[in-house]
């Protein structure tokens, strides 16, 4: 009963007001917990969710297990009549922590840390090991810009990239730009040789 009120109100909490045209023509958000959630009623306005965490939303799909939402307020000085939900403008910023998974169009992104802004629609992906995955095409690196409205994004620092080709062919042919242990640039002579042609 408590995590569908949660969810009830947080859908009122961190819905957007307006989508270009090219979105999606419903904005509301639901993010659902499994271990309770806080709410700020003071400036800045804030929500953490704990445990398990969801987010819907028409153009992404995120977990993680701990969960920070930030919103602009419509008035920067509150009143004593004000609540959390009449407060609460669109969100601002969220931050996701502890196994971030995040899908959107085609992409799926894995990391430790994300951290969304909602004035440039990107989202920081970090980590000790970040995967994004788009079609046949794996990357891998340590931090990783998505832009939620353009569905582009691009690897900061080291990366490395393995691109699938001829997928279905009863088996991979992987364009790996990362030479790791047990590939080698050259032959060598210990490597096993074809059967000679009679």
């Known amino acids: 009963m408590l995590l569908a009120f949660l969810a009830l109100l947080s859908?009122?909490?961190?819905?957007?007001?307006k989508l270009s045209p090219a979105h999606s023509t419903t904005n509301t958000?639901?993010?659902?917990?499994?271990r309770g959630a806080e709410f700020s009623t003071a400036a800045p306005l804030y929500a953490i969710y704990r445990g398990e965490v969801r987010v819907l939303d028409p153009q992404i799909y995120l977990?993680?297990?701990?969960?920070?939402?930030?919103?602009?307020?419509?008035?920067?000085?509150?009143?004593?009549?004000?609540?959390?939900?009449?407060?609460?403008?669109?969100?601002e910023r969220i931050v996701a922590e502890t196994n971030v998974l995040i899908m959107a169009r085609d992409t799926t992104i894995l990391g430790d840390r994300a951290v969304y802004t909602a004035?440039?629609?990107t989202a920081v992906v970090t980590g000790d090991l970040v995967v994004v995955q788009i079609g046949t095409i794996l990357q891998y690196q340590t931090n990783f810009v998505y832009n939620r409205a353009t569905g582009s994004g691009y690897a900061v620092?080291?990366?490395?990239?393995?691109?699938?080709?001829?997928a279905g062919s009863?088996?991979?042919n992987a364009l790996k730009s990362l030479l790791g242990p047990g590939r080698?640039?050259?032959p060598s002579a210990d490597d096993p040789k074809p059967p000679a042609e009679k």
């Open 170 to 172: 009863g088996g991979t």
């Open 119 to 121: 004035s440039n629609e």
């Open 11 to 17: 859908g009122g909490l961190v819905a957007e007001p």
């Open 63 to 91: 977990e993680c297990e701990l969960l920070t939402a930030f919103f602009r307020t419509n008035n920067p000085t509150r009143t004593a009549e004000a609540s959390t939900t009449n407060a609460a403008g669109p969100v």
């Open 184 to 186: 080698k640039a050259k």
């Open 157 to 166: 620092g080291w990366t490395a990239t393995e691109i699938e080709q001829g």
């Open 29 to 34: 958000m639901v993010i659902l917990c499994s």
